[in-house]
């Protein structure tokens, strides 16, 4: 084990190896798994940071599993977009931790002798590490396969968080996200066999050396992009992503659209990356009024909701939108081009994350979460309400956040490349944004204080959690350089 360690390249496995021990230790651990699943949550942490930072220093890394070279082994890459989502899982998963230990143990104390809590914790840990490790996978996958393998286990790790609370509702959502999800896993999978058929391999930078247009291969990237598209929640895909985030856990509604989507999105990207320069702007312009239509369909229905769970929850199908809707500036963007997209996921991640552990820690103090009821939230919770206010501020865009950043970016390239109806579709839903995202703001940051609130009690570090994932948005806004400098770690 130390000889591995000794090794430069190891350092790929470890942001995989360390959540997955995590998830089995925290299982075996019948009793208080909060310990080592907290534990495991820190030291994929470091992992994931260690990782980003050997890459800053040396270049990319590539790492054969057991010394099988493709297309007879399976291949770890981490390049500067791969080792920045895993950055992106380590810093947004920690604090995701940090908030499941505070939120169970105030769930636990609050309700004496109701055992459904502890159960709920007791087998939190294990999928959530599961995931997390899976999901710093599927971001350092070199081949096809094994992205799909990763992909399955963050599915089916997401339904069973999803269903963890127990409510008719919750299992009614999680049933469905995972016939959804193997709809979209068997159209992604058919797809990988058919470019497996045409070419022989299931190294992607193999595939994207030599693609070229044909009719296998277009059959084969349709079926792939319509799973990818399922997963990730684009419209009109979106029906299941609302009641699965709105109905599971907080920490869970966190991990569901702060991570989780990022990672259908991610593969979807790269996938099509290489096929831009070949189709030009049709297939560009078909998925980005995909985006454009979650843009706008998401943000009516979020202005619409009376619940802050579900004003969040639309609001994540609406930001799907921005993930999509620069893909025809992909081929005149160059380089920024290619980084608006993962800087925005990177800001989304942080401020969404936030407005959900947010939202979490209001209903647990409210005892609920009606928007017009929401009152006095200022005075209950402090570093909550600003918390929330603060990923709002990133999600519209407003300087100087690191959603600002992303969006100046799209508009740039949309200005320079002449894209009048997207620079007005991103004007257009920023205003939306803003609209919703003050609407909930007015009442949660109102000096009025509502009698009749439930003092819960809150542990301190979820309101910190909360907190802090929102600083980060904002600290993206003055350290826009540094992503962007790990974005050109190719190799």
Same mark, same amino acid.
């Given at each position: 084990?130390?000889?591995?360690?000794?090794?430069?390249?190891?350092?790929?496995?470890?942001?995989?190896?360390?959540?997955?021990? +995590?998830?089995?230790?925290?299982?075996?651990?019948?009793?208080?798994?909060?310990?080592?699943?907290?534990?495991?949550?820190?030291?994929? /942490?470091?992992?994931?940071?260690?990782?980003?930072?050997?890459?800053?220093?040396?270049?990319?890394?590539?790492?054969?599993?057991?010394?099988?070279?493709?297309?007879?082994?399976?291949?770890?890459?981490?390049?500067?977009?791969?080792?920045?989502?895993?950055?992106?899982?380590? %810093?947004?998963?920690?604090?995701?931790?940090?908030?499941?230990?505070?939120?169970?143990?105030?769930?636990?104390?609050?309700?004496? +002798?109701?055992?459904?809590?502890?159960?709920?914790?007791?087998?939190?840990?294990?999928?959530?590490?599961?995931?997390?490790?899976?999901?710093?996978?599927?971001?350092?996958?070199?081949?096809?396969?094994?992205?799909?393998?990763?992909?399955?286990?963050?599915?089916?790790?997401?339904?069973?968080?999803? =269903?963890?609370?127990?409510?008719?509702?919750?299992?009614?959502?999680?049933?469905?996200?995972?016939?959804?999800?193997?709809?979209?896993?068997?159209?992604?999978?058919?797809?990988?066999?058919?470019?497996?058929?045409?070419?022989?391999?299931?190294?992607?930078?193999? $595939?994207?050396? @030599? $693609?070229?247009?044909?009719?296998? @291969?277009? %059959?084969?990237?349709?079926?792939?992009?319509?799973?990818?598209?399922?997963?990730?929640?684009?419209?009109?895909?979106?029906?299941?992503?609302?009641?699965?985030?709105?109905?599971?856990?907080?920490?869970?509604?966190?991990?569901?659209?702060?991570?989780?989507?990022?990672?259908?999105?991610?593969?979807?990207?790269?996938?099509?990356?290489?096929?831009?320069?070949?189709?030009?702007?049709?297939?560009?312009?078909?998925?980005?009024?995909?985006?454009?239509?979650?843009?706008?369909?998401?943000?009516?229905?979020?202005? /619409?909701?009376?619940?802050?769970? *579900?004003?969040?929850?639309?609001?994540?199908?609406?930001? $799907?939108?921005?993930?999509?809707? %620069?893909?025809?500036?992909? #081929?005149?963007?160059?380089?920024?081009? =290619?980084?608006?997209?993962?800087?925005?996921?990177?800001?989304?991640?942080?401020?969404?994350?936030? *407005?959900?552990?947010?939202?979490?820690?209001?209903?647990?103090?409210?005892?609920?979460?009606?928007?017009?009821?929401?009152?006095? %939230?200022?005075?209950? !919770?402090?570093?909550?309400?600003?918390?929330?206010?603060?990923?709002?501020?990133?999600?519209?865009?407003?300087?100087?956040? +690191?959603?600002?950043?992303?969006?100046?970016?799209?508009?740039?390239?949309?200005?320079?490349?002449?894209?009048?109806?997207? !620079?007005?579709?991103? @004007?257009?839903?920023?205003?939306?944004?803003?609209?919703?995202?003050?609407?909930?703001?007015?009442?949660?940051?109102?000096?009025? *204080?509502?009698?009749?609130?439930?003092?819960?009690?809150?542990?301190?570090? *979820?309101?910190?959690?909360?907190?802090?994932? #929102?600083?980060?948005?904002?600290?993206?806004?003055?350290?826009?350089?540094?992503?962007?400098?790990?974005?050109?770690?190719?190799?």
């Amino acid at each position: 084990m130390i000889s591995l360690l000794l090794q430069a390249d190891c350092w790929l496995i470890l942001p995989i190896i360390l959540p997955l021990s +995590g998830a089995l230790v925290s299982f075996l651990r019948k009793s208080r798994p909060r310990w080592p699943g907290l534990i495991f949550s820190l030291l994929a /942490s470091l992992a994931g940071g260690s990782l980003a930072w050997k890459v800053m220093l040396h270049g990319a890394g590539r790492y054969d599993l057991g010394g099988w070279q493709p297309p007879l082994g399976i291949s770890l890459r981490a390049d500067g977009p791969a080792v920045l989502m895993v950055l992106m899982t380590a %810093v947004t998963g920690l604090a995701i931790s940090i908030y499941a230990g505070g939120y169970f143990r105030s769930r636990i104390a609050g309700r004496e +002798g109701d055992r459904r809590h502890v159960i709920q914790e007791r087998f939190f840990w294990p999928l959530w590490l599961l995931l997390w490790g899976a999901l710093n996978g599927l971001f350092l996958s070199g081949d096809i396969f094994n992205m799909y393998i990763t992909l399955e286990l963050v599915a089916l790790s997401s339904v069973g968080l999803t =269903a963890l609370s127990g409510k008719p509702a919750s299992q009614v959502a999680a049933m469905r996200y995972l016939l959804v999800s193997l709809l979209g896993s068997l159209s992604f999978l058919l797809g990988v066999g058919f470019l497996y058929k045409v070419y022989g391999t299931l190294e992607l930078a193999a $595939i994207q050396a @030599v $693609i070229s247009l044909s009719p296998p @291969v277009g %059959v084969a990237m349709t079926m792939i992009s319509v799973g990818l598209m399922l997963k990730t929640a684009l419209f009109p895909f979106h029906f299941w992503l609302p009641p699965a985030h709105a109905n599971a856990l907080a920490p869970v509604s966190a991990i569901l659209s702060a991570l989780v989507i990022k990672g259908g999105w991610y593969l979807f990207f790269r996938f099509w990356q290489g096929l831009i320069p070949l189709i030009g702007d049709s297939g560009g312009l078909v998925v980005a009024a995909l985006g454009g239509g979650a843009i706008i369909w998401g943000a009516f229905q979020a202005f /619409s909701q009376q619940r802050l769970k *579900m004003l969040v929850a639309y609001s994540t199908v609406a930001q $799907i939108g921005y993930l999509f809707v %620069v893909f025809p500036l992909l #081929a005149g963007g160059g380089g920024q081009g =290619a980084a608006a997209p993962y800087y925005f996921a990177i800001s989304h991640s942080c401020a969404k994350g936030a *407005m959900f552990l947010a939202a979490g820690t209001i209903f647990l103090q409210m005892g609920h979460d009606r928007i017009r009821d929401l009152d006095g %939230v200022r005075q209950l !919770l402090p570093k909550t309400a600003f918390a929330f206010a603060l990923g709002g501020l990133s999600l519209i865009g407003l300087p100087p956040t +690191g959603g600002f950043i992303a969006k100046y970016m799209y508009l740039s390239l949309a200005v320079g490349q002449g894209r009048w109806p997207l !620079l007005l579709l991103l @004007v257009m839903g920023s205003g939306l944004t803003a609209a919703y995202i003050f609407r909930a703001v007015a009442h949660i940051l109102s000096p009025k *204080m509502v009698s009749g609130s439930r003092q819960a009690i809150v542990a301190p570090g *979820m309101e910190w959690s909360a907190l802090a994932l #929102a600083l980060v948005a904002i600290i993206l806004g003055f350290i826009a350089s540094l992503p962007l400098a790990v974005l050109q770690v190719t190799g």
